[in-house]
């Protein structure tokens, strides 16, 4: 069964420095999406994409985040320069065009910021 | 703002009991609330809710949607400890159909 992939499973840097996330939707998903969990904490949204451009974005997605779809088959998230609370379990999913429900996610990817 | 809450956040019992998970939610553009569980990292798919009064149902688990009154249950009946896990309540909008996320329900069922 198709699933959303991410890469690195866990991420360790320290402040300041640029992280790149990486993640693999869900090969004929048009829709992607990134989400964080911050240690405890709920569940939450960052960033819709669709046609390599964002369609929305929450207030936590500020300028040192960016997204990119370098290739046809990876989803990117960038944050330039990591602050400590960044810290947090970063999530991608993905969902099909023509079906506007379910999102498929991936396995997340453990950020910690020292 | 838009809000999901989740009760209670946490919630232990034995095996065998049932147990009901809450989501009652204020959220504009709304489209269909689904549930998810979330065991070790990324949140399964358990049930997606549109319309009123419709019982969703998969096994030992169900769920309802009441629209009037913006909220969801989620029934587990003779719970084991595999069901331990949280429990996610999530509301899709409409327009960029992004979730938002309640906070959870820790449910651990003991041996």
Redesign the interface.
């Known amino acids: 069964e198709p699933e959303?992939t991410q890469t690195p499973s866990h991420q360790v840097t320290q402040m300041g420095q640029e992280v790149i996330l990486r993640c693999v939707p869900i090969s004929n998903h048009l829709?992607f999406?990134w989400?964080r969990q911050i240690l405890g904490?709920?569940?939450?949204?960052l960033v819709?994409f669709y046609n390599n451009e964002i369609?929305?974005k929450s207030e936590i997605f500020d300028d040192q985040f960016s997204v990119e779809r370098p290739d046809g088959s990876n989803f990117t998230l960038k944050i330039r320069s990591t602050k400590l609370e960044d810290s947090a379990?970063y999530?991608c999913a993905s969902?099909p065009i023509g079906s506007?429900?379910?999102?498929?996610?991936?396995?997340?990817t453990r950020l910690t910021v020292l | 703002e838009d809000k999901v809450v989740q009760s209670p956040l946490s919630l232990v019992v034995h095996e065998g009991d049932t147990v009901t998970l809450n989501c009652s939610y204020e959220v504009t553009n709304f489209?269909?609330l689904?549930w998810?569980k979330q065991e070790k990292?990324?949140?399964?798919?358990l049930f997606?809710l549109?319309s009123s009064g419709i019982e969703k149902k998969s096994g030992r688990l169900s769920s309802i949607l009441d629209k009037k009154e913006l909220f969801s249950i989620l029934n587990i009946t003779a719970t084991q400890t595999g069901d331990s896990a949280i429990y996610?309540c999530?509301v899709?909008t409409s327009?960029?159909?992004?979730?938002?996320?309640?906070?959870?329900t820790r449910l651990k069922v003991l041996a």
Request: charged fraction near 15%.
């Open positions: 959303v829709y999406y989400y904490q709920k569940v939450e949204f819709s369609s929305e379990m999530f969902r506007y429900n379910e999102q498929f996610f991936g396995p997340g | 489209r269909s689904l998810y990292k990324a949140p399964t798919f997606m549109t996610l999530a899709l327009g960029t159909y992004k979730y938002i996320f309640g906070t959870g």
